[in-house]
């Protein structure tokens, strides 16, 4: 086809020449049904895709040529500096290595807390009985606590205080992540505090974390004073304004990404010198925007941008809201489990997004687990758990 037009145009170049020579003819009719001709064609061989002119002009499937068009090459903004390098290279070979496949995969539940977890008892009836498939880890940042069921007895790990959202608490988180990849059969790594309660029963929680590829990383854009607002120059050029994210930082981490996070400390000195409270007159807290800018940049399909922890900021106060017994009944309790969509506050202009929670390409609830709850609420608790955790994956 495309060779027959070509050739036409070939004849009608010549014509020109032809008749233009002849001077008995109106020249300028010849000229301009010529350059219509000329438009046709290569409208025709070059019509853009996606635009109307596709339709119009071309007889090939839109849609399909599309795809056949080499993707455009990206090329870098700006020269990466050698620590970027080298972080671009560890990273991308750690990406690119399909995960060691355990006989006997576990999910490791890290708990970040000042002492004694008050709600250590509903925590063992969710274990029960699934020994051999989870491990658990307490990071203790203030004193060393009680443990009264067997599932926490000896799991605390080395750790150091912890300052609200300060650096110390994702040094804290790392010493976590590092304990639990010191056992191979660890696939999965969730982080808890110690006001955290299971949602869901541990068959659902163990199904729904194993059986994808993504890690539960919570992460948004916030134009605002609590999100872009919080961004410090001076972490040019490794990280953009651009690239800035927030996010809670109650994660579920896939093995892969829990490597990466250790293996990473070129963004990590980034955050721990420049997002601090009281920085340039602002107060940047890094636990809320280290891990989500960080996967952002290096992995953006390979996280969910939501976490699966229920947190309710609906109150828009310095810290969310914490249930009391009085909120606690069965009805409440069932309605977090069936959430099926994701909710994040942000601070321009009170902005609130929100969307699907897919896993795997499909809707399903949002939150295996929630926070924060009294302590006071556990007798309440326990009697309810096995009433609303009665989903199944
Ligand atoms: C996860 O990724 C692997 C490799 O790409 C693929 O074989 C597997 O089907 C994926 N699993 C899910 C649940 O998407
Ligand atoms: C998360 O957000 C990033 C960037 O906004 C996007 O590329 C990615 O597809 C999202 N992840 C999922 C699982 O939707
Ligand atoms: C549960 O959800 C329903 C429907 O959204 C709502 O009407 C009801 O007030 C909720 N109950 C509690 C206890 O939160
Ligand atoms: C919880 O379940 C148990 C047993 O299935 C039942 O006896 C009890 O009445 C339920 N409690 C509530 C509040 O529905």
Known sequence: MKATHVWHLQLNVKDIVVMSGSRKRPVWIILLVNFVILFLIVAYVYSPTTSAACFIFSSKDCTLTFHKQPPALKVPARELTDGETISQVVISEILRTPPVESNNPKIAFLFLTPGTLPFEALWAKFFQGHEGRFSVYVHASREKPVHKTRYFKGRDIHSESVAWGQISMVDAERRLLAQALLDPDNQQFVLLSESCIPLQNFDYVYNYLMLTNVSFIDCFVDLGPHGSGRYSEHMMPEVEKKDFRKGSQWFALKRQHAIITMADSLYYTKFRYYCKPNMEGRNCYADEHYLPTFFNMIDPGGIANRSV????????????????????????????????????????????????CTWNGIKRPCYLFARKFYPETLEKLTLLFSNYTTLSV
């Open 309 to 356: 922890t229920y947190v309710d900021w609906s109150e828009r106060r310095w810290h969310p809201k914490s249930f009391k017994p009085v909120d606690i009944t069965l009805e409440f309790l069932k309605n977090l489990t069936s959430i099926d969509d994701f909710i994040h506050f942000t601070s321009d202009s009170k902005r609130v997004l929100t969307g699907p």
